[in-house]
Structures are given as C-alpha cells and as structure tokens.
C-alpha cells in the first residue's frame, strides 16, 4: 500500500465532494497522482473517472463525450484489478445513471450493495437511484442504513433526503433536510449555492414564496450562470413530471429560463 496515494486520493474525494468547477480541477491532477504512485490503486482510477463524470454532467468538458469515454475506460480498468469491489460496481452504476440507462444502474447499485452491504456510501448510491427512478418512498430505508452506518455523513446526503421529502410532499422535513446542509455548507465544505437551491424549491413548493424568492437571489448570487436550461440538461430523472416539479418550483421563484449572455 502506498500511503502518499491513499492520502492524495482522500484530498480528491474531499474536492469532488465540494462540486465546483475549480474544485473537481484539483480533484482530478490529485487522482493523477495517486495512479502515479500506486498503478494498481483501484481508488485512484475511479476518482479520476468521478472528476470526468462530473465534467461531462456539469458541462465543465470541452467534450463531454470524450470524458465519458475516458471515465469508462478507467472504470473498465479498476473492474480488471478487482471484479469483486464494491467501489468499483458503485462507479458502474454512476456511468449508468449518467447516461440514463435505468436499469443498468439499478443493478449495479444492487451488486455494489451485495458485496458491501455494511458500507454507508453503497447504500446511499442506491437510495440516490431510486429518487430518480421515482421511488423515493423506496430509497428512504436504504438512505437511513446509509446515515446509521456513516453517522458523520457527508454534506451529500442531504440533498438526497431533501429531494425525498420534497418529491412526496413532506416539506417541513424537507426544510429540515436543507438545514442540516446549510449548516454543513457554512463551515466549508461544499458550495453555500446548493442549500439556497433546495431552499427554494421547497419554499416554493410550500407556499412560501417570498422566502423562495429569497433564496433563489441568493442562489443567482452563488452561480450567477444558473438557469433551467442547463438544470433540465443535466437532470437524472426517469421521469419528466419529477424534473418539471423541481423545474416548475424554481421557475415560480425567479429561476431564468436562459443562460445570461457571455
């Protein structure tokens, strides 16, 4: 085991888990060191596909279907180290769910489960595919063996839950969901953009609109590019009613249709 690998590799994963654009650009030369050090470290090729998913989702890549294909390839390559990995069958899932092959994903959420079923992130990917296949009542279970067995879980998860909550009319717990990210956001660790962006959603979809509006100026604030364009583009949603929920919330509290000119 190469110690100096492993350690760049956790700096990686604390990047990509704060999903920005200069973020995940760390995240990536990290991974690209770690494969440097170790060649046979499994974790160093699927942190750098991570990073290449996130390009492609996010429209940070010049070629979107380029970083596909290279994250596939190191996917296919960490799958050849070890076919028995539950991290690896994780990523296949991601690739799956990226490109919006269901049913793919659903079964290698599944696998990742079987081979780690005590693992907190194995039950969260599969709670997270779930809510957009549309069964969020389906993921809650899974997502609630993901906090027991990670109590300190990241700020992730709660996006996760607040869509939830959001997508069967829970709201107030919604909300709740939303402030244990905010708090979670103000000490660092991810893009105060993200608990704004659920904020007002569910405000919105409360009945609370001028909070919604409030939060969506500071979402516009945050990400002054934000717009239901690229929103609906890089939505995961089987279902299009999903997508127009969460899409029909923010363009009620002030979210613009279009990009802002260059």
């Known amino acids: 085991d190469n110690l100096e690998a492993w350690l760049a590799i956790q700096k990686a994963n604390f990047y990509s888990l704060r999903t920005t654009r200069e973020d995940n650009a760390k995240a990536k030369d990290l991974a690209k060191k770690a494969i440097d050090l170790d060649p046979n470290y499994i974790d160093g090729y699927l942190a750098l596909a991570d990073s290449l998913m996130a390009e492609a989702r996010w429209g940070w890549s010049k070629s979107p279907r380029e970083s596909m294909k290279q994250a596939k390839e190191l996917v296919s390559k960490a799958l050849e180290i070890d076919e028995t990995d539950w991290l690896v069958h994780n990523h296949i899932g991601n690739l799956y ?36 296949l549309g ?39 919604a909300l709740a969901e939303c402030e244990g990210m905010r708090e979670i956001c103000e000490r660092g660790d991810c893009w105060m953009y993200f608990p704004h962006l659920y904020y007002t959603m569910v405000y919105e979809k409360s009945g609370q609109h001028e909070k919604a509006q409030y939060h969506m100026k500071k979402v ?43």
């Open 97 to 132: 769910l990226i490109e919006r092959n269901y049913d793919e994903a659903l079964v290698a959420y599944k696998r990742a489960v079987e081979l780690g079923p005590n693992v907190a992130v194995t039950n969260f990917r599969l709670a997270r595919c779930l809510v957009f």
């Open 220 to 262: 516009l604030k945050e990400n002054p590019r934000f717009n239901l364009e690229s929103r609906r583009k890089a939505s995961l949603f089987k279902n299009k009613e999903d997508t127009d929920r969460e899409m029909d919330a923010l363009r009620k509290a002030g979210a613009p249709e279009q990009p802002p000119p260059k």
């Open 135 to 173: 069964q969020p009542e389906e993921a809650l279970p899974f997502l609630n063996e993901a906090k027991r067995l990670n109590p300190h879980f990241p700020w992730v998860y709660y996006p996760i839950m607040a869509r939830i909550y959001f997508h069967t009319g829970r709201y107030e717990e």
